[in-house]
């Protein structure tokens, strides 16, 4: 099967800082990748670059065969990107930034409409739709954020903790859609600090440490090699050992010197 | 308004196609980002209205303050009554005037950083998302721009006729001029610095411009008044040529009065051609570079904080910083220590507060300036003499409580103030301390080093007999200060937003910003007035003792006050 995302050798550096040191991945569609690591690790740098947003890597990515230096508009459009920091204009109305962001993918105005209708009523934000977004509580600009990553039907999904803020019912509803989407052949990129979602959602886990991949492969895969659950595997491999150690200190005055 | 400026933007459709950009996004973004500026107040009005409450209709304030500017403008009409003379200096202070809106708003306008998460993203290529910048810009400053013309345009019309359209077109292209210059500069700046640091600069790009705006607004008048400038012939300073202004004065002086000579049509042809050029260069070659840039300023480089954080830290092994002996120093209790840091750390670091006080202590000395020019003097040594021999320095002292006010008013806000909460949340008894460290840091930080300089410049002009009167000014200024205080830092430090409305009494605490140190003020100007031991009332009075029981009276009362501040109780504290 043909990759639909393919990194090879990819390295970046912000100043003397090698941030990524020969990123090599592989990704098919239908999967739903989780990519995971702790902070500073260069998650989002990859995504970043995955997206489009910076360009002055080395290494070679190519998303659908198109290559990411030349065609970036193509790859962008074919993917829908969730941020992490729930940055949004919003002065906007949940309507009005849909129509925006529809707009630069160059949808039309009654495909939008229909779209934004539907999600923004399967989320419970309908009556919503017209008030000013700064009212709005985190998990509610987090919905319309994930509103506006999936509306123009991307083949390719980017997520970056798309759970922050929601409440229980809007992460089952969440997961949900993150499995509908597989089934339609729809490749997700999963970056998150919550094990336990990603262990769950995930079909393979790739975990990142210091600018390289240090696990990759199904959780079954890597529970054999590694530790019974995500959290245990994660700490293992990103070189933490003590962690009660660690906790206990933080907790108690410690008497060693 | 904005439909207006969205269908002509349409209109133009054409050549949007020719430069490669794509009008379905270009029209969603600028339609989008119109919408926004509308919605909230803008980085114009923000920088105007330091003292003023926060209006509503921002964009409109900003078209009237533009049109007062541009009445305001006229006068340099009387200044000469050549033509080339008189739009040399117009074109010059609307390029000034022009740049500094620019300087201001390009941070708010082309570097909104969630522009990264919303528009880089998407499909949208770079020209597309550079000409919806410029356009967005142009926009903006044709709301500005053209209320700023009207007054020049209507007086030239009467006096001069249908030449006035050539003037409009120039005053046009002298914009998109203006909008290429501080892209240029923006971008080199960002090649030459990095991001953050490039911020840095720009605050102080924009503290400095403010203060030449706002000094100009005073000073030149009066410098000019006597100025002759009918005798000067522009002509004899080839170096003029250097700069744009005075081509496009000399473009218009060839129109308005016939001149078709050679050099007339080069200066003609430069005001066209530099500013169309300039536009291709901002979209061909500008445009990906700055869009790269931009990306990496919406805080990609996570690691170089964290390393510069650790070099930081390093000194506080050794002695103690400045700032934590200072707050040692001044402050009674921990709870005072600790606002005192607090307010000193965040004043010295957030862009926000200096942009809005750092003026502020160059506005005194202009007014200053302003004050000493507004004599009728010939030359300025006359000027100087008058002022050593009159008592101008009471003015001098009275007026630095100006600075002390802008910067407690500031105090209170910030744009992280949900930061707040934790005032609330620890176990604090009553925000008084909280409230005298945060006066006393102000205190020292911006006051103290602001009154030394006037200390200092009060002895080279009036020698040592006005140490009595620095010392009495000393006492008074902070018995003013601690009244300012309880007016208006009636709010924990950085904990309330910029936008709330000022509540009721907003004239009344105006009001006082008079009374208070004019009241004062007026009756130490009493004081030097008996200087020599005149009789008063058959009694001798020296002056100084004059001077002391009058500073006591006023160290009492600022004592009393303090420690009536220093109580101050969570029921008083407006939030």
Same mark, same amino acid.
């Given at each position: 099967?043909? &990759? ?130 700064? $009212? ?20 390719? #999904? ?25 089934? @339609? ?15 769950? #959602?995930?079909?393979?886990?790739? /975990? ?22 995500? @959290? ?10 003590? /962690? ?14 | ?127 597309? #998302? ?90 030149? &008048? ?65 445009? &990906? ?21 650790? @070099? ?93 006010? $802008? ?23 009553? &925000? ?64 309330? @937003? ?14 006082? #910003? ?5 009241? /004062? ?46 109580? $101050? ?7």
């Amino acid at each position: 099967m043909q &990759p639909i995302i393919s990194i090879s050798n990819l390295k970046k550096s912000y100043g003397e800082k090698q941030v990524l040191k020969g990123i090599d991945l592989d990704v098919f569609p239908g999967q739903i990748i989780g990519y995971i690591g702790p902070n500073g690790a260069g998650k989002s740098t990859t995504v970043k670059i995955l997206i489009g947003l910076l360009g002055d890597f080395e290494g070679e990515v190519s998303v659908l065969g198109h290559n990411l230096r030349t065609d970036t508009l193509t790859i962008k459009s074919l993917i829908g990107y969730v941020p992490e920091n729930a940055e949004i204009y919003d002065v906007l109305t949940p309507m009005e930034y849909l129509s925006f962001t529809g707009k630069l993918y160059q949808m039309d105005d009654a495909v939008i409409r229909e779209r934004a209708t539907r999600m923004l009523g399967a989320f419970g934000l309908l009556e919503n739709k017209d008030q000013r977004m700064d $009212t709005f509580s985190k998990g509610m600009r987090q919905k319309v954020l994930i509103i506006s990553g999936l509306l123009h039907d991307p083949q390719i #999904v980017v997520l970056d903790e798309p759970l922050s803020g929601l409440d229980a019912n809007a992460v089952i509803m969440v997961k949900e859609i993150l499995s509908l989407l597989k089934k @339609e052949g729809k490749t997700i990129f999963y970056c998150s600090h919550m094990m336990d979602v990603v262990e769950k #959602v995930s079909d393979r886990i790739v /975990l990142i440490n210091e600018g390289s991949i240090v696990a990759d492969g199904t959780f079954e895969q890597l529970k054999q090699s590694e530790g019974d659950t995500l @959290e245990k595997i994660f700490a293992q491999l990103t070189g933490e050992h003590n /962690l009660s150690g660690a906790a206990d200190a933080f907790v108690h005055k410690t008497e060693r010197i | 308004m904005n439909k207006f400026f969205l269908a002509l933007i349409r209109f133009l459709k054409p050549l949007w196609l020719r430069l490669g950009v794509n009008v379905t996004q270009l029209m969603a973004i600028l339609d989008v980002k119109l919408k926004m500026d509308d919605r909230r107040p803008n980085a114009y009005t923000h920088m105007r209205q330091q003292k003023k409450k926060e209006q509503k209709y921002g964009s409109l304030a900003v078209v009237l303050i533009s049109f007062l500017m541009g009445v305001f403008y006229l006068f340099v009409f009387t200044l000469s009554s050549n033509p080339l003379m008189q739009l040399f200096i117009w074109f010059s202070v609307f390029m000034v005037m022009l740049s500094i809106t620019l300087i201001s708003d390009f941070t708010s306008v082309l570097i909104d950083v969630k522009d990264n998460f919303v528009i880089l993203p998407k499909p949208v290529s770079d020209k597309t #998302v550079v000409v919806s910048r410029i356009l967005h810009i142009m926009v903006h400053v044709s709301k500005i721009v053209l209320p700023l013309m009207l007054p020049a345009f209507i007086w030239l019309a009467v006096t001069q006729g249908v030449v006035v359209l050539w003037f409009g077109v120039l005053v046009l292209l002298l914009s998109v001029l203006c909008i290429f210059l501080i892209n240029a500069v923006y971008l080199l700046a960002l090649k030459l610095t990095t991001a953050e640091r490039f911020k840095e600069v720009l605050n102080y790009v924009q503290i400095i411009f403010s203060v030449i705006v706002f000094a100009t607004y005073y000073l030149v &008048p009066r410098l000019t008044r006597n100025l002759h400038l009918d005798d000067i012939d522009l002509w004899a300073y080839p170096l003029l040529n250097l700069a744009p202004s005075f081509w496009f004065a000399a473009a218009y002086a060839a129109v308005a009065q016939g001149i078709f000579t050679l050099p007339m049509l080069f200066y003609i042809v430069l005001s066209l051609v530099v500013p169309v050029l300039s536009l291709w260069l901002v979209v061909k070659v500008f445009a &990906p570079s700055f869009n790269r840039k931009l990306a990496m300023l919406g805080g990609s480089g996570g690691d170089a904080p964290a390393v510069k954080k650790q @070099e930081a830290e390093l000194p506080q092994a050794g002695r103690m910083q400045l700032y934590k002996r200072l707050a040692a120093w001044f402050s009674r209790g921990r709870q005072e220590q600790l606002a005192f840091e607090l307010v000193w750390l965040i004043t010295g670091r957030s862009r926000e507060f200096k942009l809005k006080v750092y003026p502020s202590l160059a506005y005194v000395l202009v007014y200053f300036v302003f004050f000493m020019l507004s004599g009728k003097h010939t030359s300025a040594a006359e000027a100087w003499s008058k002022l050593s021999s009159g008592n101008a320095f009471v003015i001098l002292i009275y007026s630095s409580t100006f600075v002390f006010i $802008t910067a407690i008013t500031n105090l209170v806000y910030s744009d992280k103030f949900r930061a707040g909460w934790v005032y609330y949340a620890a176990p604090v008894e009553a &925000p008084g301390p909280l409230l005298m460290g945060s006066f006393k840091a102000a205190f020292v930080k911006f006051f103290l080093p602001f009154y030394i300089v006037i200390a200092i410049f009060s002895l080279a002009v009036w020698g040592v007999s006005v140490v009595p009167d620095l010392l009495l000014g000393l006492v008074n200024v902070a018995l003013v200060n601690i009244i300012f205080a309880f007016i208006f830092l009636r709010k924990l430090p950085f904990a309330s @937003e910029i936008n709330v409305k000022q509540g009721a009494g907003g004239f009344l605490k105006g009001l006082m #910003v008079l009374i208070v140190p004019g009241t /004062l003020g007026m009756l130490h100007y009493a004081t030097t007035l008996l200087r020599g031991g005149k009789p008063v009332f058959g009694i001798y009075l020296s002056a100084n003792w004059l001077v002391m029981i009058f500073a006591m009276f006023s160290a009492v009362a600022f004592y009393l006050l303090q420690a009536k501040y220093r109580e $101050t109780s969570w029921e008083v504290l407006e939030r």
